[in-house]
């Protein structure tokens, strides 16, 4: 099993935001993601930087670590215009990017670019979005020129020489629990991104918890038969800090949910970097040896 992070893009680069994603990369992280929002909930109010910009200045600075989004949406994005960018942020890194990619939510994201009068789309709406999507940015990230005419999004010769460092493209990691979100990342995903079942993170149990992802991996094993995807399917992410556990309470704590989650058959944790006063505080010291000792103790 991998640990990874996530290092919400709040600090000014110079005044401990590049810190960070050094320190990432010495405690032995896999990857180092961010959140790909316009803001986000608590943090609606307070500084929030651009999520391809700081993963291309963290690319300058870091040399092994990977990179990546926890989660691009269509919110805010048009497939064209984020395939460009995930083309240079690739060449920059030199073939270290994932994009991590949902259907999005609603918040700040959902409105921000809508007229007053102009309402936000329904999970409905998000989802026929998304399904068209992921399909035409894998077209956009893998092929020298792309011409096409959808429903909500159009490519009108957009060209993308060189292409990406990795090939085909850079890796997907979808996030998904729905039936369409999982069949998209059965077709597309070199990976899948649950965070869990958020109708439990307030009143449920971490065994409730657990049951709830076995099921939703038991989906994701039917979306892949159901698309004709051979083999293991996509590797399998959980997203930390939505279900009722608390992994960074202490090593001990994180040892069992990782144990309990690693018979899911998951291939990587994220782990929020703890942020004081906030929903990822935590202590540094139990997240350092977490990351240093944590895949050691697991066996891995």
């Given at each position: 099993m991998r640990l990874s992070t996530v290092i919400l893009p709040f600090?000014?680069?110079h005044d401990g935001g590049a810190d960070q994603w050094r320190r990432a990369e010495e405690l032995g992280f896999h990857t180092a993601y961010t959140?790909?929002?316009l803001s986000w909930r608590s943090?609606?109010?307070?500084?929030?930087?651009?999520a391809i910009p700081t993963l291309t200045a963290a690319a300058g600075i870091t040399r092994k670590l990977r990179l990546g989004t926890l989660v691009t949406s269509p919110n805010f994005r048009h497939p064209v215009t984020l395939a460009k960018e995930l083309i240079t942020l690739d060449d920059v890194s030199g073939g270290r990017v994932t994009l991590g990619i949902g259907a999005g939510?609603?918040?700040?994201d959902a409105t921000a670019l809508r007229r007053p009068e102009e309402e936000a789309w329904t999970p409905r709406?998000?989802?026929d979005r998304f399904g068209e999507f992921v399909p035409l940015l894998d077209r956009l990230l893998s092929q020298d020129t792309v011409t096409y005419e959808g429903t909500f999004y159009s490519a009108g010769g957009a060209q993308n020489v060189?292409?990406?460092v990795q090939r085909?493209?850079?890796p997907f990691a979808v996030a998904a629990t729905g039936p369409r979100g999982l069949r998209l990342a059965a077709r597309h995903g070199q990976a899948w991104v649950t965070t869990g079942d958020p109708k439990l993170f307030e009143t449920g149990t971490p065994q409730q918890s657990w049951e709830a992802i076995r099921a939703q991996t038991e989906k994701l094993a039917k979306a892949c038969a159901d698309v004709g995807r051979e083999g293991d399917g996509p590797e399998r992410i959980l997203l930390t800090g939505f279900t009722p556990d608390r992994p960074l309470e202490s090593f001990e704590a994180f040892v069992d949910f990782a144990g309990r989650h690693a018979e899911l058959g998951f291939d990587e944790l994220v782990l929020h970097a703890p942020i004081p006063d906030s929903p990822f505080a935590a202590d540094q010291r139990v997240f350092e040896r977490i990351a240093t000792e944590g895949v050691a103790a697991l066996g891995g």
């Open positions: 600090r000014r680069w959140y790909d929002h943090f609606r109010d307070g500084p929030w930087f651009g939510g609603t918040g700040f709406e998000r989802a060189p292409g990406c085909p493209r850079i």
